[in-house]
């Protein structure tokens, strides 16, 4: 079984206003037409378009064909270009609808099993009049009414023998397919499948893609350093004068590394470790801001910015809040970012655990990740 999808694209549209047809106006800064195209990608795609368009439909990088002077005409020529080509399914899909789901487009080829066809609909949930003259005339009664949306999705040589034989004048395929006795499966369709016909669904258009665009990771990290001998710790880059010090193969900036981890792991990038081997001797006593440094330069080469971070550092002592502002400050510098991103906080463990008995200092950090 294959699917086609063909993408009618050939209309004027005279209700957006505006120099182009709107198919060719501009969403989120590409034409609407390339949303479209894009939404199935990976599927097979024919884009039916007007004569005049063809040096702006080139940029699709689809096989085009020319449509014809009706809607019926254009589905055609479509149909009539995937004749022979093993196609046994066909989307047909009106390319001023550039937020198509690949869900959607799951639920119609799964009807397809069962049913000739199968188009989205939405119920009418508002209610519905009838209006003359600026006044209410009467209501509708909305029970079993839809909104019927696109692609609609048919098995292929049904709905190529309804088209042929129909005398054209048709509203879309659906009626087309049921004129010629075939069976159309309702199959649930998606608010966010909206058509554009007026200047103000763009803006929403584009508010449902910003939405989609939206990617927050999330990482943790966790770090453990034992005490040794020594006069400070170096916590989150602060230097903190301390009756011991803490034994580790850099400087064993505990609270540091459970933040370096945090970010890595919102990238999927393994931890310290990974980016830094132990057993490499260039890092032995390694100042740890290197580490974080790097942390975020990943993140930042792969299009995140820090989103804000959260660091718990778990001791007796040394008390920590005396330092936990210039503690968020130097995380901050070093990762360039504001400093109401950044938290430091501490606890005991209430004589509790190793911490507790204050044979080391343990650290959980928290970080976000959004795409800039
Ligand atoms: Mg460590």
Known sequence: MSTAVIIVAAGRGSRMGGELPKQWQLLADKPVLAHTVAAFAGMQVLVVIHPDDRALAEALGVPLVMGGATRDASVL?????LEGSGVTRVLIHDGARPLVSRALVDRLVAALEVHDGAAPALAVTDALWRGADGLVAGTVDRAGLYRAQTPQAFRFQPILAAHLAHPGGSLDD?????????????????????????????ARAEAILRGRDMDVRLGNGYDVHAFCDGDHVWLCGVRVPHSRGLLGHSDADVGMHALTDAIYGALAEGDIGRHFPPSDPQWKGAASHIFLAHAIALARSRGYALGNCDVTLVCERPKIGPHAIEMQSELARIMAVDVGRVSVKATTSERLGFTGREEGIAAIATATLVRA
Do not use: Y
């Open 77 to 81: 020529a479509g149909l009539r270009a």
């Open 174 to 202: 659906v009626q087309v397919a049921r004129d010629a006795g075939l069976d159309v499966a309702i199959v649930e369709g998606d608010d966010s499948n909206l058509k554009l016909t007026f200047p103000g669904d763009f």
